[in-house]
């Protein structure tokens, strides 16, 4: 069974920078691309990065390109996503996400963590 | 980016039901067209993938239809735990997007 378990959310104040992290079990990391999605309070969801297997493809949703750096470490099964300059905007429950698929355009998410909550408030 | 819409936002249904909700896409996604379930607290959990492929695990009585830029999800006779929130989303083109989902309710 696919176990995603993400730490580092946490309350931070506007401008500030967080490190999500995504520790993955139970599969052959290395041959699934990964993601990032959020759900801000009552809202719906928001895909936030995406990933390739290899790290060679990277994609970000334009409220967060610039901001956000998506990276992932095959030796220790671990998916990150560096915040930085953050905004109120941006407080949401971030969910670290498995692809069907090698390739991040593959875009099927087949496997979702518990949720991590970022709250950015001053 | 391609914006999903799903009709209707709520419904209210008993067990035992037939439930379909729809799914539109602003530009043709062909079928890259997931579903997922989401329970109150809990992650989301993909149902189906392509517009009409069964995700391991996903008991049969949920299917999927459509390509293009409509969609459908039927749940044949709806049970107490199907009682959650459906979204829809396109995985054609980046950015990935998602429908504003469609509550389904106890009657």
């Known amino acids: 069974e696919v176990q995603l378990m993400e730490s580092g959310g946490t309350l931070v104040q506007p401008g500030r920078s967080l490190r999500l992290s995504c520790a993955a079990s139970?599969?052959?990391?290395?041959?699934?691309?990964m993601h990032w999605v959020r759900q801000a309070p009552g809202k719906g969801l928001e895909w936030v990065a995406g990933?390739?297997?290899?790290?060679?493809?990277?994609g970000y949703a334009e409220s967060v390109k610039g901001r956000f750096t998506i990276s992932r470490d095959n030796a220790k099964n671990s998916l990150y996503l560096q915040m930085n300059s953050l905004r109120v905007e941006d407080t949401a429950v971030y969910y670290c996400v498995k692809d069907f698929l090698q390739d991040y355009a593959g875009g099927i998410f087949d496997s979702w963590g518990q949720g991590t909550l970022v709250a950015v408030s001053s | 980016d391609i914006r999903m819409t799903q009709s209707p936002s709520s419904l209210s249904a008993s067990v035992g039901d037939r439930v379909t909700i729809t799914c539109r896409a602003s530009?043709?996604?062909?079928?890259?067209l997931n579903w997922y379930q989401q329970k109150p607290g809990k992650a989301p959990r993909l149902l189906i993938y392509t517009a009409s492929s069964l995700q391991g695990g996903v008991p049969s009585r949920f299917s999927g239809s459509g390509s293009g830029t409509d969609f459908s999800l039927t749940i044949s006779s709806l049970q107490p735990e199907d009682f959650a929130i459906y979204y829809c989303?396109?995985?054609?083109?980046?950015?990935?997007?998602f429908g504003p989902g469609t509550k389904v309710e106890i009657k």
């Open positions: 139970g599969v052959t990391f290395d041959e699934y691309a």
């Open positions: 989303q396109q995985s054609y083109r980046t950015p990935f997007t």
């Open positions: 530009q043709t996604v062909s079928s890259y």
């Open positions: 990933i390739s297997w290899s790290s060679g493809g990277i």
